[in-house]
């Protein structure tokens, strides 16, 4: 055992003490985590989850510490969400980070495997109980440091965003240009989970067991949640339903206003589509710069960076419906050829063996660090198609002129040219991605 294992232990032992538990034993990283830790471990025959940031400097630009997350999770559990039950806080002289101790809850969170329940209709809908119970809190149950979000605060620091990156991408400029002009009033604000999709979903068959990863609850509009886990990308396998992989969104809308006595409106479930569609854009694209930066140069962060083709792909698939008839019809080509290679090897080509290699090491790993030869395959993946295809990625001028509205879907091609653009560049990033499949056909005409 590691000797950051070890100081894991001894500082976990030292948070478990404090609640009247015994030391931790077989204590394992668990999958996933792009953001912060999970570790289960036993303690006194009964499973628990620790979570954490293995640093305190890396909650420094959070909008609020564990403390407050894990208040949030006892209000959840109080008011009959299927939230964890929250143990005991890490403390800074626990020397382990921060975070907090959780029982561990039955299901599995693995969309894979979640999908292929056949009692979806049912978890679908105890979903949309647990959100609208969520969306029943009110201030005076969690602390004060949950934020309340300004729409428009959010646009402009969004598009602060972009311009730190670059201001390059003319789909994600064509997106808050859009939410500038089509931004809803505010709504009374609820407790909003903030990242309400599968992947942060436990569940047996057709029942939910768990809501898990509140570190983004704020207070907004309901329909920001309801949106959020009916995006693309939080669909997996499952494009062909529109609500959390699992379902209609009719029948999503039908459980939660029966639940909530609120009526859902489509308009600003739209809005909110599209508006986390652009910060998942942004988010995916961020997530270079911490690697870059130093900050956390875990392999993980450098591939989900290449995902933001995924979401400029959703995100023109759901803007293009505002573009006038005759742009909408034009039929695109785009160019995924490669030349024949002759000569010595590629680098795509040296990419593509070393990930060859990689696979046959599979069955020789397990837990976290197969997840991670997943994800270093998957990066391989990338430069194999980048070298062959090389499709253009950014255009500062074009995404400038759209933010300051000199061009919109209503331009000659511009609609066409932005679709060429996606469909290639998502070629190579990610070309299994089940939206690229249905957007093929639907611009090309192609099966």
């Not at 029943?136 to 602060?160: F, G, K, N, Q």
């Not at 400038?400 to 061009?407: A, R, T, V």
């Amino acid at each position: 055992m590691t000797s950051s294992a070890n100081d894991l232990i001894e500082g976990l032992s030292r948070v478990l003490a404090r609640a009247g538990m015994e030391a931790p034993v077989g204590l394992e990283r668990l999958t996933g985590g792009a953001t912060m830790e999970s570790w289960h471990f036993w303690s006194g025959g009964g499973g628990f989850v620790l979570r954490r940031a293995p640093s305190l400097k890396f909650m420094n630009d959070r909008p609020f510490g564990h403390d407050t997350e894990a208040a949030v999770i006892r209000a959840a559990n109080a008011a009959g969400v299927t939230a964890p039950e929250v143990i005991a806080e890490l403390q800074p002289e626990d020397g382990i980070g921060s975070g907090f101790v959780m029982r561990a809850l039955p299901g599995t969170a693995d969309p894979k495997v979640i999908l292929q329940f056949d009692e979806a209709d049912a978890l679908l809908r105890e979903a949309a109980q647990d959100l609208a119970r969520i969306h029943s809190l009110t201030r005076d149950d969690v602390p004060d440091a949950v934020p309340v979000m300004d729409y428009r605060e959010a646009i402009a620091d969004l598009r602060a965003q972009f311009e730190e990156a670059g201001g390059d991408r003319p789909i994600i400029a064509l997106g808050l240009k859009w939410m500038e002009d089509n931004c809803p009033e505010p709504c009374e604000p609820v407790l909003n989970h903030g990242d309400y999709r599968l992947g942060n979903l436990l569940a047996e068959e057709g029942h939910l067991t768990g809501v898990l990863d509140w570190e983004l609850a704020h207070f907004g509009d309901p329909h920001e949640d309801l949106a959020f886990g009916c995006m693309a990308v939080w669909r997996f396998a499952r494009y062909d339903r529109p609500a959390l992989g699992l379902g209609s969104l009719e029948a999503y809308f039908a459980a939660y206003e029966a639940e909530s006595g609120h009526t859902v409106d489509p308009a600003r479930f739209r809005y909110w589509l599209i508006h986390r569609t652009v910060w998942w854009a942004l988010g995916c694209l961020k997530m270079a710069q911490f690697w870059r930066s130093g900050e956390d140069r875990m392999l993980e962060r450098v591939v989900i960076s290449r995902r933001t083709s995924e979401q400029e792909l959703d995100l023109l698939m759901l803007l293009e419906e505002d573009a006038p008839e005759e742009e909408r019809a034009q039929k695109v080509d785009p160019d995924i050829s490669s030349a024949a290679e002759r000569g010595e090897a590629t680098t795509g080509e040296m990419a593509a063996a070393i990930s060859e290699w990689l696979a046959t090491l599979k069955d020789k790993v397990e837990g976290h660090d197969r997840f991670q030869l997943a994800v270093a395959r998957n990066a391989l993946g990338m430069i194999t198609r980048d070298d062959a295809i090389l499709p253009p990625h950014s255009d500062y001028e074009l995404a400038q002129d759209i933010l300051s509205g000199d061009e919109t879907l209503a331009s000659p091609g511009l609609l066409a040219e932005m679709k060429e653009a996606a469909l290639e560049k998502l070629t190579v990033d990610v070309p299994k991605y089940p939206a690229l499949e249905a957007a093929w056909k639907l611009w090309t005409g192609e099966d």
